[in-house]
């Protein structure tokens, strides 16, 4: 059976990696060590996460709606349903080298994703999106950027994936992708923000028909902590203060993109207003923002505009989103010291609450349509209302 429902459990190999940090950078790098020991995840959170990392920039909607369509259907052909540890099923191998390559780059984007936000941060931007990219001398650069709301430091992040190298080989590629992607940029501005510190995440998923013999493990390299995260030492000088708009922004330009459709975001990262109708549907207990839909009958609306797959759409918080929008003023220069998601986000982002859908610690779901009320009723046909909210002058709603 394709993977719909069971949780899902892997394990970050110990040990984890330190490196030191560069001695000569214009900010401190002051390092993280990862906590994360075992990751676990539903179906929802994953397919979410590996659309979330794919979709770099605009593409046509057509495209984008094939894409993650795709994502889902072979991910769940190649995961169980029934094993509470995560692996590959082995008509993995049946893939061309080119595909398979592919494949378990974007499973691997996706866990990577889900590591982060297990660790505390939250996604920011694709690290090519940023100006400036750290380092101007050094062109390779890692995947992602994140963010750990209320501070003013970034992590940059590198995934790697396999699905053939052994375990010393490939531990090998990931800290080649710390050494060379990651540790360059560190210290530098990235966007808005200071890389103080990174990690290369990367999972190992050798294919089998069962755990064992199939094998899935992450591993981890990261920056070797230098002080406290949150707080100086007497003997280094604190970073540069700068503003963390950029980076929440960012975050929700892709959050746009991938609940309304590609090219929705563009206006966000240009300061410019940003006018989407909604539609609010309710689930468990809050309120949250999906695309205003015409008619229950446009198919095609739903299927390329809304990031919809056959199972699971996004959507996004509505009290969160208000309020980013609203912090994001007219130019993105807002007042984002002490941000935090709604207090709900929080609470459901844990995951305990529902295996079938997913919810990040900023504010975007992944929800099983059959779980989903809209306009705050159980059951029933769609029912719009006949004056749509709207994200008006980055977000104030009306109606």
């Known amino acids: 059976m394709s993977w719909a429902r069971k949780s899902k459990t892997v394990a970050v190999a110990r040990p984890v990696t330190g490196h030191s940090g560069p001695q000569e950078r214009p900010n401190p790098v002051l390092g993280r060590a990862p906590e994360t020991r075992f990751l676990t995840f539903g179906p929802a959170a994953l397919f979410g996460a590996v659309a979330r990392c794919s979709l770099r920039r605009s593409i046509p909607p057509e495209l984008a709606a094939l894409e993650r369509r795709a994502a889902e259907a072979r991910i769940a052909h190649h995961v169980d349903d029934t094993s509470s ?14 595909d398979r390559s592919h494949f378990g780059g974007a499973v691997a984007a996706g866990l990577a994703y889900l590591f982060m936000i297990a660790e505390g941060h939250v996604w920011a ?17 890692p995947d992602f950027v994140f963010a750990s709301l209320g501070t003013r430091e970034v992590a940059l992040v590198e995934s790697k994936g396999t699905t053939s190298l052994g375990a010393a080989a490939f531990d090998r590629t990931v800290a080649k992708g710390y050494t060379r992607q990651v ?13 103080s510190h990174g990690f290369a995440v990367g999972s190992r998923m050798i294919p ?15 920056t070797r902590p230098k002080r406290s995260f949150f707080g100086g030492t007497s003997d280094m000088p604190p970073p540069q203060i700068v503003t963390a708009g950029s980076v929440v922004v960012g975050n929700y330009a892709t959050v746009l993109d991938l609940v309304f459709g590609p090219g929705q975001g563009e206006p966000l990262r240009r300061g410019e207003p940003v006018d989407l109708p909604y539609d609010v549907v309710e689930w468990r207990g809050e309120r949250w923002i999906v695309p205003r839909a015409e008619s229950d009958t446009d198919a095609s609306m739903r299927a390329e505009n809304m990031a919809d797959v056959e199972r699971w759409r996004f959507a996004l918080h509505e009290a969160t989103a208000l309020e980013v929008f609203a912090r994001a003023g007219g130019a993105g220069s807002g007042d984002w010291d002490g941000f935090r998601p709604d207090g709900a986000v929080t609470r459901l982002a844990d995951g305990r609450d529902s295996i079938r ?35 008006r002058e980055m977000g104030a709603a009306e109606g």
């Open 85 to 98: 540890e995560f692996f590959l099923l082995d008509g993995v191998r049946a893939y061309k080298d080119s």
């Open 208 to 222: 089998g028909s069962s755990a064992p013999p199939a094998e899935a493990e992450m591993v981890v390299h990261h």
């Open 357 to 391: 859908s997913g919810v990040f610690p900023d504010g975007l779901a992944v929800l099983a349509r059959e779980e989903i009320h809209p306009h705050g009723r159980g059951g029933g046909p769609h029912d719009p209302a006949p004056e749509p909210p709207r994200l």
């Open 183 to 195: 540790e360059p940029h560190l210290g530098h501005r990235v966007g808005s923000g200071i890389a």
């Open 125 to 141: 931007d694709h690290f090519e999106n940023q100006t400036p990219k750290g380092d101007p001398k050094t062109r390779p650069g």
